[in-house]
């Protein structure tokens, strides 16, 4: 599976829009983008993922660069119950997760 | 609808000890996943069940560490004469294997393992 890159940490304020990056340049065509979370002490939690187009669900929007080698997950207005360690995942469907650092996301009030 | 359970929530143990952790995935999912999580370390994929056949072992740790799916459904994972370093958060997740890709994994809570 490809490998990702995100920022250790990222801060953001609330009621506004967090945007994390990732960076996926090795990513192989039939590799998905997969974006969990972890708050602490509990299992990660499914956010969204996608393969080429953008995605956008209840919880986030996910905006993958045409060429695929990069993306951000967009929570458009941020709570501080969004805080958490964002994971970013490159993987073929049906395989086990590399889970990186991730991110860690910190909503300030 | 029901997520993934596993149970214990909390397991405190003597080293030497033999752990039964289990897993309870979403029904009708036919893929499952363990994973475990040391303290302050990532995820690390342990073993994956296609059905009751775990076509990916390569990483269980060690030949203390075993795994078992019956019915196509729960999971144990088994570690004998359980170690200090073997203390860690072990996760199951699952996924609905559709064979039309797209097959997310679902985690469970998890399960909280202290080897004294």
């Known amino acids: 599976d490809a490998k990702t890159t995100q920022p250790t940490s990222m801060d953001c304020a609330e009621g506004r829009a967090a945007n994390l990056p990732c960076n996926h340049s090795?990513?192989?065509?039939?590799?998905?983008v997969y974006w969990y979370r972890q708050i602490h002490s509990q299992g990660p939690q499914y956010i969204i993922h996608?393969?080429?187009n953008n995605e956008t669900n209840e919880m986030a929007s996910l905006i993958i660069t045409e060429d695929r080698k990069s993306s951000t997950l967009i929570l458009p207005h941020a709570t501080l119950r969004d805080t958490a360690v964002y994971y970013c995942?490159?993987?073929?469907?049906?395989?086990?997760?590399?889970f990186g650092e991730g991110t860690q996301l910190t909503v300030n009030p | 609808g029901a997520g993934v359970s596993q149970s214990p929530s909390n397991k405190v143990t003597e080293k030497g000890k033999d752990v039964e952790l289990r897993c309870d995935p979403i029904s009708g999912h036919t893929a499952l996943y363990w994973y475990r999580q040391s303290l302050g370390q990532g995820l690390e994929f342990l073993i994956y069940?296609?059905?009751?056949?775990?076509?990916?072992k390569s990483g269980l740790p060690s030949d203390r560490f075993s795994a078992e799916r019956t019915g196509g459904s729960v999971s144990t994972l088994t570690i004998q004469r359980t170690q200090q370093e073997d203390s860690a958060v072990y996760l199951c997740?699952?996924?609905?294997?559709?064979?039309?890709?797209?097959?997310?994994?679902?985690f469970g809570p998890g399960t909280r393992l202290l080897v004294l």
């Open positions: 069940f296609q059905g009751n056949s775990a076509p990916d």
């Open positions: 995942i490159v993987s073929t469907s049906g395989s086990r997760l590399t």
């Open positions: 090795t990513i192989s065509g039939n590799e998905y």
């Open positions: 997740a699952s996924s609905i294997s559709s064979g039309r890709g797209q097959e997310t994994q679902y």
């Open positions: 996608g393969l080429k």
